[in-house]
């Protein structure tokens, strides 16, 4: 990319979009096209469409989907596949017919087996069944990054999907109805501290076991594998076959230790309860992220230093 290159970035309120926004104009990325929802619905073909014919961004980072944790993933289970097939399908096709030269599709870690072996590398997709939970949000997502693989082996694009780990940081969601752990339980500990509560309830039995990458660092692989990987530098010989990258931290907590860790950070004094008559979900979800490493990238954010900066922009931002 060059500086003046047209970047589109879809989804650049969210976490993760919000984050590559930022990591682009620190490197000295000019020319970046930013809509919003009621701006633009990239559900909307002939919106979409339109936009791309103005426009003809160049590269871009489609951060865009319906998003959330174990309840809403389980609620909305319609609205879940039907909103990021949408999506992503308009995004990618449209980037075909108006000749992008480069698309980053961000997945999620959710797309492997339940049951995947330790840690989870590119190669264990569709090798079993799906944590039934989220199963309609993955389903969404694996299609979308063979829908980029795809396109790469028909029309000769390239299209790049990466798998990130669980993800945290500015711009998070922290409602308690529909966030994901981490920013729930800064949410659940500044209130119990608030409100001076003696007990923190937490669902499940704080055993499982997850990995979390802070969203800048998420951002920085983003731009990484923009900037410097192709897809023939990964699809290999033969078969092409989970062409899609990994990006993780590199090792896991158990969410018993998160909460100990969230809680010193906020300075709640109170007892923590898990209620283990709530689902824990897969009990661990650690990424191989081998293949990136192997790029030439790694993170730079300590998960008990993130946790700070995010709990800083918590309450500047959305407890101000």
Same mark, same amino acid.
């Given at each position: ?35 919003? &929802? ?17 426009? &003809? ?19 909305? *289970? ?101 966030? &994901? ?38 951002? *920085? ?11 023939? /530098? ?45 689902? /824990? ?40």
């Amino acid at each position: 990319m060059q500086k003046d290159s047209k970047i589109f970035v879809a989804g650049h309120r969210g976490l993760v979009g919000s984050a590559i926004v930022n990591e682009l104009k620190a490197k000295g990325y000019e020319n970046l096209l930013l809509k919003t &929802h009621s701006e633009l619905d990239l559900s909307d073909y002939q919106a979409l469409d339109n936009y791309f014919k103005t426009h &003809h961004p160049e590269y871009v980072f489609l951060a865009a989907a319906k998003v959330g944790g174990i309840m809403a993933n389980n609620t909305y *289970r319609a609205d879940f596949i039907y909103q990021n097939l949408m999506i992503q399908n308009h995004v990618i096709h449209l980037s075909y017919k108006y000749g992008v030269k480069k698309l980053l599709f961000l997945g999620s870690s959710c797309i492997y087996p339940k049951n995947a072996k330790q840690p989870i590398s590119e190669d264990e997709l569709l090798q079993g069944a799906l944590e039934y939970t989220n199963e309609p949000y993955a389903i969404a997502k694996i299609a979308g990054l063979k829908m980029c693989e795809s396109y790469n082996l028909q029309y000769g694009t390239n299209f790049l999907s990466v798998m990130p780990t669980n993800l945290y940081g500015e711009n998070d969601n922290f409602d308690l109805q529909n966030s &994901h752990v981490l920013p729930a339980l800064i949410a659940k500990f500044h209130r119990a501290k608030k409100e001076g509560l003696g007990l923190v309830e937490i669902w499940g039995s704080g055993r499982p076991r997850r990995e979390f990458l802070h969203s800048s660092d998420m951002a *920085r692989a983003c731009i990484y594998v923009m900037e410097e990987v192709d897809f023939d /530098d990964i699809k290999g010989e033969g078969e092409v076959r989970n062409t899609h990258i990994n990006i993780g931290y590199g090792c896991d907590v158990s969410i018993a230790e998160l909460a100990e860790m969230v809680r010193d950070v906020v300075g709640y004094k109170g007892e923590i309860y898990f209620d283990t008559t709530k689902p /824990d979900g897969t009990f661990q979800k650690l990424m191989d992220s081998s293949k990136i490493f192997s790029l030439g990238w790694k993170p730079e954010i300590a998960l008990k230093d993130g946790i700070k900066q995010t709990y800083e922009w918590y309450i500047a931002n959305v407890e101000c």
